[in-house]
Each structure stands twice: as structure tokens, then as C-alpha cells.
Antibody, heavy 121, light 109 residues
Framework: EVQLLESGGGLVPPGGSLRLSCAASGFSFSSFAMTWVRQAPGKGLEWVSTLNYIGGDTYYADSVRGRFTISRDNSRNTLYLQMSSLRAEDTALYYC??????????????WGQGTLVTVSS | QSALTQPRSVSGSPGQSVTISCTGTSSDVGRYNYVSWYQQYPGKAPKVMIHDVSKRPSGVPDRFSGSKSGNTASLTISGLQAEDEADYYCCSYAGSPWVFGGGTKLTVL
């Protein structure tokens, strides 16, 4: 059974940093692209960042580029999102999503339950 | 990276059909056959209902179907059921690489 378990969310002041983790199980983690998607309270889904299966190619939404870094440790079956210079508008539930394949165009076939990040003083 | 355009809400009675549109540009929906649709219940994670424009994952009822014409993709739900009441989001690969629609709240009357 595929499982994605996010952790690392919490309350952080503006300008602060946080690292999110997504522990994956039930599939060959190193064979699939992975993505972070966020959802602000009461709002829609927003794509944040994608990492290819090897970890060499990274992609970011304009809203987070230069502040967020996506990475993965295939030996630990874990995806990360390092967030810095956090702003109030980064407040959201952050989902980890597995792609259906190694191809970046493949859809998101499994999602975690999310971890909440709140940026506030 | 502009969001895809969806109607904010649609509604229908049980047994009827509804269609949710998703309008993008020639750089996303119009360029790639990587359009997917996600269903989300309140407080729950999204679930893929349609991928690659019109493919239905195993376990998704065949009442759900997808299509695309030019820069606009569509999700049609036929034989509406009460359990279909949820938020629906379209998503397209855009080379940048992804963009979501703003979401549509489906109400079953």
C-alpha cells in the first residue's frame, strides 16, 4: 500500500525557516518524480515544486523560487522541502504527491494527508 | 504561471449530468495531453479522477469522463450522485511544470 506521510509543519514567524519531510512507503521511491502542492486555508490547490526521480532536475513556482528548495534522499525514501524567508502568504497545508511515473508530465496518483505551515508573529 | 480558469460552482440534481470546464492557454492545456482532474472532500486530500485528458484510474466510476478541445478541458459527471458533491480541480502540465485551476464546488441539489 502506497503511503506518504508529511511532517515538519508548525508555527513560524515571518522570515523564518522550516523543513518539511515526506516519508514514502509501499513503492519504489527512487523510480518516481515527486511534487509538493499547497492549499491555503479555504483556497484552492497551488503547485509548489517538483523533483525528478533522480533528484537532479528541480522546478519551482514563481512564488517560491529562490526561497524554497526541494530535495530527496532515495536511500531514506524521503522527500524534503526546505523553506526559508517565509511569508504570511506561505501559510497553507502542504501536500506531498507521488507522480504516476518518472515522467514529469505524469499525474499525481497518491497524496499524503498534508502538514500545516502557519507563518505568523 | 497563471491558474487555469474554472467556474467557481456548478450544481445538478441526482441523476443529471454536469460538466466542469477548465480553460488554459496554448502553453498548457492546449499544448499537452497531460490534463488531470482531482476530487477533494472537505478536510481530505485530493484524489485523481481523470488523467491524461480522458483516462480513468482503476476504481473511479465510469460516470466520470474527461475531454479536451483546444485550450479547454472538461470533466463530465453523468448520473449525479449525492457522494459526488465535492470540490474539483483541473491540473495541466505546462512545462514549468504544473498549473492548477482555481477549483469548482459541485453541489448536488
Amino acid at each position: 500500500e502506497v503511503q506518504l506521510l508529511e511532517s515538519g509543519g508548525g508555527l513560524v514567524p515571518p522570515g523564518g525557516s522550516l523543513r518539511l519531510s515526506c516519508a514514502a512507503s509501499g513503492f519504489s521511491f527512487s523510480s518516481f518524480a515527486m511534487t509538493w502542492v499547497r492549499q491555503a486555508p479555504g483556497k484552492g490547490l497551488e503547485w509548489v515544486s517538483t523533483l525528478n526521480y533522480i533528484g537532479g532536475d528541480t522546478y519551482y513556482a514563481d512564488s517560491v523560487r529562490g526561497r524554497f528548495t526541494i530535495s530527496r534522499d532515495n536511500s531514506r525514501n524521503t522527500l524534503y522541502l526546505q523553506m526559508s524567508s517565509l511569508r504570511a502568504e506561505d501559510t497553507a497545508l502542504y501536500y506531498c504527491a507521488k507522480h504516476d511515473g518518472a515522467n514529469l508530465g505524469s499525474h499525481f496518483d497518491y497524496w499524503g494527508q498534508g502538514t500545516l505551515v502557519t507563518v505568523s508573529s | 504561471q497563471s491558474a487555469l480558469t474554472q467556474p467557481r460552482s456548478v450544481s445538478g440534481s441526482p441523476g443529471q449530468s454536469v460538466t466542469i470546464s477548465c480553460t488554459g492557454t496554448s502553453s498548457d492545456v492546449g499544448r499537452y495531453n497531460y490534463v488531470s482532474w482531482y476530487q477533494q472532500y472537505p478536510g481530505k486530500a485530493p484524489k485523481v479522477m481523470i488523467h491524461d485528458v480522458s483516462k480513468r484510474p482503476s476504481g473511479v466510476p465510469d460516470r466520470f469522463s474527461g475531454s479536451k478541445s483546444g485550450n479547454t478541458a472538461s470533466l463530465t459527471i453523468s448520473g449525479l450522485q449525492a457522494e459526488d458533491e465535492a470540490d474539483y480541480y483541473c491540473c495541466s502540465y505546462a512545462g514549468s511544470p504544473w498549473v492548477f485551476g482555481g477549483g469548482t464546488k459541485l453541489t448536488v441539489l
